[in-house]
C-alpha cells in the first residue's frame, strides 16, 4: 500500500503550540491536543486529499509524543468519509505506531475523524494524538 498525504487537516478545537496540522506532519516528536471536555461534542479534525483516494489502512500513534500517561487518548475514531460512508475504528491504549484497518475509505476525497471514545488519564482535559498516516491506493 501507498502511504496517502493529506492537502489539508483542520481541526474543530486545538491547543496554542498543538494544531491540528501536528497530527500528520510526519513528525513524532509534535502532536495535536485539544480539551476533551465540551460537553457539546469531543474534537475532530477534517481530512482533505487533492484528489480521490482509497483509505485502507490507518497508522495511529496515540498520547501526546512527551506525556503519554498525563494525557487522555483516543480509544474510538468515528471516521465520516466524503461519499457519505462511515465506520468507528478502536485502537489500543499504547504510545507505539498501531495499524487500523478501514473498510468503507474508498474513492474519498475528504474524511472527517472524530473522537467519540477516550482513554482517560487521571487528571487530563486534554485529548492528543501524536502522529495519523493514511494508506491505501492514490
Do not use: C
Not at 500517561?69 to 468515528?78: F, G, I, Q
Amino acid at each position: 500500500l501507498a502511504q496517502i498525504h493529506a492537502f489539508s487537516t483542520k481541526a474543530s478545537a486545538e491547543v496554542s503550540g498543538h494544531t491540528g496540522g501536528m497530527v500528520d506532519d510526519g513528525f513524532n516528536n509534535t502532536y495535536w491536543q485539544a480539551p476533551d471536555n465540551v460537553a457539546s461534542q469531543l474534537p475532530l479534525l477534517t481530512i482533505t486529499f487533492d484528489h480521490p483516494v482509497t483509505i485502507q489502512r490507518i497508522i495511529l500513534t496515540d498520547g501526546g509524543s512527551d506525556n503519554f500517561e498525563k494525557v487522555d487518548r483516543a480509544e474510538v475514531l468515528h471516521l465520516v468519509y466524503s461519499t457519505g460512508k462511515t465506520e468507528d475504528i478502536t485502537a489500543q491504549d499504547t504510545p507505539n505506531d498501531q495499524t487500523l484497518t478501514v473498510k468503507n475509505g474508498a474513492n474519498v476525497t475528504s474524511m472527517t475523524i472524530q473522537v467519540t471514545g477516550l482513554f482517560r488519564a487521571a487528571v487530563a482535559i486534554w485529548v492528543a494524538m501524536t502522529e495519523i498516516q493514511f494508506f491505501g491506493k492514490n
